[in-house]
Every structure is written in C-alpha cells, then in structure tokens.
C-alpha cells in the first residue's frame, strides 16, 4: 500500500513538472507594451536572435546596438539582452565600463518615462564569466520579467537575483523556445 | 593514421587508409569531409596549402591553392576601421577544390568519386554538434543571418545550433555529387561558378565567370630550414608561415632554452622579442612573389637571426623593432583548419586549408551548401605594402603546414589554424617537442602566448591563463603589458601534428583540444 501511494506521488510530482515546465514565477496578464527597443547590455550576437524573435513574435520592435536615451521616444518597453563578447565590445569601440555607462543612461531615462525593462540572457554558459555576470548584477535587478536559456543559469545565479528582487522569470530551453513568453509577455 | 579537426573527417582518410588509398588520396578525402563536418573553417570556397613527401622519390613538393583576388577589386576596400563593406567584396576566387583534384590526379591513386562518399555520407546524415560548433555558430550570427538568410542550413531554424543538436547539410551532398558526376569545371565553369558570381555580386562583391575560370593551383619547392639535428619543409610565399617558423627557429638555436625552463619569463621574454622583430620583417616584406620580390634566403639565414639574437635585451623590452635590411638582388624570384596524414609507405601530407574567418562571408551561393571564404581580409589595407591587394593578387597568409624530418627520415607532421598566431603556436610545439622533451599531445596542449609589433611598436602578450601568477609579474615587470585569455583558446589555433619515432615503428597523433581535433589510425 505504501509503495502504491509513493508511487502515486511521484506521478503527480512528474505531471506538476510537465504540465508547469520551467516557469518559476508566471505573470498572470502580459507585463508589456509595444513598440519596444532592443538593446544589449555588453554587444552580444544574441542580440539579433532577439531580433528575430521579436518578428516573428509580430512585435514591433527597433534594433539599436548603441541605444542611447534619445532612441527611447514613442518607446514602452526595452528589451535588454544581457551577456558580455569582447568581441562586440570591441567591435563597437567600447570597453565594459563605457558600455555599463551606456545602459545606465538609458535605463535612467527609461524609469522618468515609466518604460519597463524586459531582460534576456540567451547565450548559455559561454556568455557567463566575470564580464556577463557584473552586466548581469548591474541591470537584472531592474527588470519587471527575465527570459533566460537554462544552461546559463545553471549555477541559479540569474534565478537567484530575479528570486531576490521579486522577476518574474521563465527559463527556456533553446533560443526558439523564447518565441511562446515573448509573445505572451506583449500586449 | 590521419589527424583532422574532427572526428568524423579523420574516420574518413582512415577509412581511405584502409581501402588502399595513399596519403594524398586520405588528405583530400578528410579534406572534402571537413566541409562537411567543419564547414565553419574550411571547404571549396576557400583556399589553403598543402605540403607532400612522396617516400619512394624522397622528395617534399608544395600544392599551393590560395584564393585569388577578382579581376575586378576596387584599389580600396577596407573602411576606416579596416572592414570590408559590403561582405561581397570580401570573398576571393577558391582555390580548394582546384587544388585537392589537382594533388589527387598527380599523386593520388583514387577517383573523385572515391574521396567525396564519405564527406556525401556525413552531409546527408549529418551529426551532433559539438560545444565548439555551438559557441562559433553563436558568434557568428550576425554574418550568417545577413548574408545567408534565416532559412540557411547553417542556422538551425533561423537560430544558431545548441550542442547536441542535429547538423545536416543535403545540399553540399547534392554539390559534391554534381562536381562528381560532371568534373570540376562545373565549379569553375559550369552551373556552379555562375551561383558563385550571383551570390557574390549580390553582396556587393565584384567576382566574374572568368575569374573562375582562369583559376589554376600552383606547384612549387618547399622551403627548407635547418633546427639543430632537425630538416624543416614548410611554404614559401605567399604564406609568411614557413618563412617565420624559420626565422624563429633560427633565432631561439641561439638561446639556452632549456636551461631556462619551458614558459618560464626569460624564455617567454626572448620568444616575444623575437616574434617582434618577425612581424617587423613580415609586415616589410611579405606578399604574394608573383607581384613583388622577396629576400626569403636571406629571412631565414642564420647570419640575419644572429642580427636580430645581438640586439634583444635579456630583462626588457626595445623602443623599437626595425625590420632586417638587405641588399637589392638582380633578378630575384624569390618568391585555417589542418589534417595530417601519412600512410604505410611512408608518404606524407600536412595541409592547411580555410575560409578566413569562422563561416567565411557568411555567403552560400543558392543551393550548394557551401560557405564562401573573406580571404580579402588577409590583404593590407595599406596601399604601400607588400601584401596591398590588386587582381589576381594572392594575400599573404600565415599557414604554415610542415613536415621535420630527423636525419633523413620523418619526424613530425604539424600544422595549425589561427591566423597570424599560427608560425608562434607551431613554433612554440616544435620547441616543446625538441627542446623540452615532451610528447607531441603534451606539446600542443601546453599553455601558450603571443605578441606582435605593429609599426615597430611593440603589443602586449596575450596569454592563456594557465600561466602562473608569478610569470606574469616577472614578465610584466620587465615593461610587457599582458592580455589573459582563456585557458584552452582557440585564438591560439587548433594544431593536428604526427610524431614518428623508431623508423615507422612507433606513430603517435596529437589533436588540439582548442578545437573538435581528432586522430585516428590502424
């Protein structure tokens, strides 16, 4: 009788996972407006697969590597793809303080404007490290949703500071994975 | 026993190994399976070098198939911060499979069909990617979805590959079994060049029929250096690689290595010294020989390294890094993935072979599969240098594939990608190997740095950061500034090499774990 009732346990344990997948804290109605601008906070490539995904999503969005508080007008929400490439940065001319800069300026300007912040951080393991992961403490905790590729947040880093600062969080397995709450996060 | 950067690659020469192919038959079979298993370092829209020892004649030979220049390239195409925009202009003239077909034909056994099932097989099938597959797919987004477009083979459902995921590319098969059934020409000449042409025009560039057409690898003599009891065979112009492998060793033979302990600050001290004073030379002098004249004898001269040994400070840096200068000679002819193989006869083949960057332009002609190169890079965006671009120019490269041999008979089979950093990281193995007694897998997975000069000036060294804390102070207290990199980074290559003991007896592979490398053998 006892194996019985662990066993039933378990299934419904098993069922609760499948049926509620990853979602640590699910806003109830869509936190977003649009049309929304989406920037990196450390020059990553995903910043393009958001892109992407922002048109597929049927989103109205605008793409701006070097988004400054001047491309914030007729905008309600930033999209902020998180994760450092020396490479980008470099590209772009800038080192991690100058682009910690940047964003502070934007984000600044955004909260006068009521402009919420939506987070990304798509680019797994290989976009943590120290870089990532001061961008990360910097600017996560100002956002009102995360969206994140689970195998960058193995160690619960991200989840930890969205747990801490109350973010409602979705954690995804691939990059297409993110089309479903992206949609689901816009009016 | 063939090496290659992938798994999948090296299984195919074994397999051409074992079916009786000779070493030139194994080398190009692993070379068309890379485009398949490797597409992102090398293929037919690149170029590269390939270095021979035919064992019955005793004799090294140089296929050199590097990328030409368009007829039709503008003086300039570098912006002011040396890019080249549009990515068309980017791409040259391939050279691979005009340089694998030639290599077969003349000293291969096997027909083409032959050397392209097992590359068909691995592209219609495909496989998982690996993490290094996943992370350069990450990298080089932003190229891809510009220029190959969402729906390409190369991004999985318009996103890069996670590892695990599954990587096909049926249109690659469908191209090697086009070229194939109709011969090479239809790439040159054929249905084929005509995509080339569009996809390239398309994005700017400036390629035409006849540029392909008129494309022909080059077979040349290798360059020979000497290393203590060692015979060094590498490439001549229009690679830098084998010219500065010499030069380096020349220079390091004048230096108690040993006594200074592998990596320890002197030893690194001196190897930047030198590697400065290299770049100085490099950047005076080398280019394509058909276009310029270039003292090679006297680079790679035990006379001129003693120069340069004579000038280098023991504990601090120079103000400045002069390049060598010689007298003027009458007529003077001086003139990025790696497999290595050697078969039971003995014959050799250490082949260097790219598309430049990661993903090349990120330009697939319509329906081939195949990624074309952004060789024009490797061009000076000074007008005045040798190596300044021009029609049918070859841009200098740094590949360096090599085979030593040890008194008369072959030692070591090595070579590597990683752009210029490709002559330090070889050299630094051979020394590894010869000087510090190490076997050949612990020599390429040793901790390894680099530097440069640019205008006489010098750089920083960049450094993996297994080196311990305390070199690092030494060396900075010395006036170098210092670059920490990661601990296995591929920005110092992905080296494949074979080290041959006891006559035959005894054949050990080493694959870098900078990259996916991998040997196999029977």
């Known amino acids: 009788m006892k194996k019985i009732t662990l066993a039933a346990l378990f299934l419904l344990i098993i069922l609760i996972l499948v049926i509620f997948p990853q979602e640590r804290k699910e806003s109830a109605s869509p936190l977003f407006e649009q049309p929304l601008l989406i920037t990196s906070a450390g020059q990553n490539a995903e910043i393009l697969m958001v892109s992407v995904l922002a048109k597929r999503a049927g989103l109205d969005s605008i793409l701006s590597k070097i988004a400054s508080p001047k491309d914030l007008e007729n905008i309600k929400t930033i999209v902020l793809v998180l994760g450092a490439s020396s490479k980008g940065l470099g590209a772009a001319g800038l080192d991690l303080a100058k682009e910690k800069e940047r964003i502070n300026l934007l984000v600044e300007e955004a909260q006068k404007k009521n402009v919420p912040l939506l987070c990304l951080h798509l680019g797994g393991e290989a976009r943590r490290g120290p870089l990532s992961d001061e961008l990360i403490s910097a600017f996560l905790p100002l956002a009102k949703m995360a969206i994140v590729a689970k195998s960058g947040n193995k160690d619960g880093f991200i989840s930890g500071i969205c747990e801490k600062h109350d973010i409602a969080i979705v954690e995804v397995e691939k990059t297409a994975d993110v089309l479903t709450p992206l949609k689901e996060a816009f009016k | ?522």
């Open chain 2, 1 to 522: 026993m063939v090496v290659a950067a992938h798994p999948l690659a090296a299984e195919a020469g074994l397999e051409m190994l074992k079916k009786g192919g000779n070493a030139i038959d194994a080398a190009v079979t692993t070379a068309f399976a890379l485009n398949a298993s490797e597409p992102f370092a090398s293929g037919i829209g690149g170029g590269g070098f390939m270095v021979i020892y035919l064992a019955s004649e005793n004799r090294v030979t140089v296929v050199d198939f590097r990328e030409k220049a368009p007829s039709g390239v503008p003086q300039e195409i570098f912006n002011e911060e040396g890019r080249i925009k549009p990515d068309g202009l980017a791409v040259a003239v391939p050279g691979a499979l005009a340089g694998w077909v030639y290599s077969l034909k003349k000293y291969g056994t096997k027909s083409l069909v032959d050397v392209t099932q097992e590359a068909i097989k691995i592209a219609e099938n495909g496989f998982a990617v690996s993490q290094t597959f996943s992370r350069i797919n990450k990298d080089e987004y932003e190229k891809l979805i510009m220029n190959a477009g969402e729906g390409t083979c190369y991004l999985n459902e318009g996103f890069p590959y996670e590892p695990g995921d599954l990587f096909r590319n049926p249109e690659l098969a469908s191209t090697l079994k086009l070229i194939v059934s109709k011969g090479i020409d239809e790439f040159y000449k054929g249905e084929i060049a005509q995509k080339v042409v569009k996809a390239v025009n398309e994005k700017g560039g400036v390629m035409n029929l006849e540029d392909l057409a008129l494309y022909e690898p080059v077979e040349h003599p290798p360059l020979k250096g000497i290393y203590k009891d060692y015979t060094l065979f590498s490439l001549p112009p229009p690679s830098s690689g084998g010219v500065h492998i010499i030069q380096l060793l020349n220079i390091i033979e004048n230096w108690p290595v040993k006594k200074w302990g592998r990596n320890s600050p002197p030893y690194i001290h001196h190897f930047c010294e030198a590697l400065r004073f290299v770049f100085a030379d490099r950047s005076r002098y080398l280019g394509d020989p058909d276009f310029i004249s270039i003292p090679v004898e006297e680079l790679i001269s035990k006379k001129y390294a003693k120069q340069i040994v004579s000038q280098i400070k023991p504990d601090s840096l120079l103000d400045s890094y002069p390049f060598g200068r010689f007298d003027e000679r009458e007529n003077d002819n001086g003139n990025t993935s790696h497999i290595c193989v050697i078969d039971k006869e003995g014959n050799i083949v250490s082949l260097t072979h790219s598309i430049n960057h990661f993903f090349g332009s990120g330009i697939v002609p319509e329906k081939t599969g195949f990624l074309l190169n952004n060789i024009m890079y490797d061009f000076s965006d000074d007008l005045s240098s040798p190596n300044a671009l021009g029609p049918y120019k070859r841009p200098l490269s740094s590949m360096s594939p090599l085979i030593m041999f040890k008194k008369e008979r072959p030692y070591l089979i090595l070579g590597s990608p990683g752009g210029t950093r490709i002559f330090s990281s070889l050299t630094q193995i051979i020394i590894n190997v010869i000087d510090f007694d190490m076997s050949l897998d612990e020599a390429i997975e040793a901790p390894r740095f680099f530097t440069y000069s640019s205008q006489g000036k010098a750089r920083s060294i960049s450094l993996e950061s297994r080196f311990p804390e305390n070199t690092i102070e030494t060396l900075k207290n010395m006036g170098h500034s210092i670059r920490i990199r990661e601990a296995y980074d591929k920005y110092f290559g992905g080296a494949q090499g074979i080290l041959i003991l006891k006559d035959k007896e005894v054949i050990l592979g080493g694959a870098d774990s900078r990259r996916d490398g991998h040997g196999a053998g029977y």
